[in-house]
Structures are given as C-alpha cells and as structure tokens.
C-alpha cells in the first residue's frame, strides 16, 4: 500500500477509530491537526481530536495546527529516516498556526504515532 494513496489513508482512518486507547485520549476541547504535502499530486488530510479521534481527507475548515512539507520530505519522515524535527530545522517542513497546542498535546500526538507506526512498514 503506497503511502498516502487513497488505500493507505482509508487504513490510517481505520487505525485511528479502532484504536481504543487513542479515542479515550481525545481532549473535551477539539484540536485539529492538518498535513498538507504539495507536489504534482498534492495530498491534505486531517486529523480531528475531540468526542473521539478521527482521519478525514481534505482541508480542515479551521485547523489549530498545520503541517506542510513536500512528497520527499514526507516519505522520509514517515519511513523514519529522518525526524519532523530535522526537516523543520531545515526549512523543509513548514508549520502554521499554533505551536503551542503541539506541546499541549504532546501525549496524544505521541499516541497517533503509535497507532500508525503499523501502517509504516505497510505503506
């Protein structure tokens, strides 16, 4: 399953809603997190936190937090062969909106990487 492929998003999706300790997890106050990766095919899906934990594709109407990268930098964050970290420092991941709400929910965050590290070796 290629990663961001309309497959590889349904079983990120899938992941996420059966994912029970994840959805126990979800905050009271929703918080929105967006990927955008650009490109020939440009690829935006986010994920809403708040009454549960959901992937949906498309923009979000009003994200709290926005990543933005390109097709390169994204396989390689998500192979793991570099961090999310890195590629900001280096100017090739981009972040918009709040950064504090990143620390605010450094558990949860920490939590949906869990629960799509599977999908990594898969996709």
């Known amino acids: 399953m290629r990663y961001l492929s309309p497959e590889w998003l349904e079983a990120a999706a899938g992941a996420i809603a059966d994912d029970e300790a994840l959805q126990r997890l ?3 106050t929703p918080f929105v997190l967006q990927h955008q ?4 095919e440009p690829v935006t899906w986010h994920v809403v936190f708040g ?3 959901t992937l949906r594709t498309g923009a979000a109407d009003r994200p709290d937090v926005t990543f933005r990268c390109d097709p390169t930098t994204a396989r390689r964050i ?9 590629a900001f420092m280096e100017g090739r991941l981009t972040l918009g909106g709040d950064p ?3 620390l605010a929910h450094h558990d949860l965050l920490s939590s949906l990487t869990d629960t799509l590290a599977p999908l990594r070796h898969g996709g």
């Open 26 to 28: 979800a905050p009271d």
């Open 37 to 40: 990766v650009t490109g020939e």
């Open 51 to 53: 009454d549960g934990v």
């Open 78 to 86: 998500h192979d793991g062969e570099e961090s999310a970290q890195q």
């Open 100 to 102: 504090d709400a990143l």
